[in-house]
């Protein structure tokens, strides 16, 4: 598999074309508004914001998968469940939010 490019990625904005840029200044990908209108706009947006959040997306879901709570003993499980649900609302935060 290959690497994908590290976050954080950012959001730059043109009226018709979102892009999202990487770390160094690389274009990451672009999203651009079907018609010139408020709705259009707002889609774009979006989706640009979903994109710029893989990395963090990606980071969340990697710590989630990866630990093993199963032989925590229960007030550890409990605070696993707790940052965990923290840790993917954060990511989940920053896709739906400016």
Known sequence: MSEFTPGPWIITGQ???????????????????????????????????????????????SSIATADPSKWEADVRDQFREWAQNVARAALSKASHD
Request: charged share 25%; hydrophobic share 45%; glycine share 6%.
């Open 15 to 61: 009226p018709r074309q979102a892009r999202i840029i990487g770390p160094n200044g690389e274009a990451v990908g672009a999203c651009r508004a079907k018609y010139r209108d408020a709705a259009s706009y707002a889609t774009r947006d979006a989706n640009a914001r979903l994109i710029a959040a893989a990395p963090d997306i990606y980071a969340a879901l």
